[in-house]
């Protein structure tokens, strides 16, 4: 969980990811983070995540 709420606050520090629950219907990650975020993920657990 701590490797995952590193890539969430390198990406984006100023949510509160322990209490934010819609990060895409809010608004809050456009399709660039979004894009960031699977690319970080991919990489530091090695999957691959389908588009």
């Not at 983070?33 to 995540?49: D, G, L, M, P, R």
């Amino acid at each position: 969980m701590e490797k995952l709420m590193k890539i969430l606050m390198d990406i984006n520090p100023d949510v509160d990811y322990e209490k934010e629950t819609s990060l895409v219907d809010d608004g809050i990650f456009d399709s660039l983070e979004n894009f960031s975020i699977v690319t970080e993920i991919e990489e530091k657990f090695y999957v691959e995540i389908d588009p």
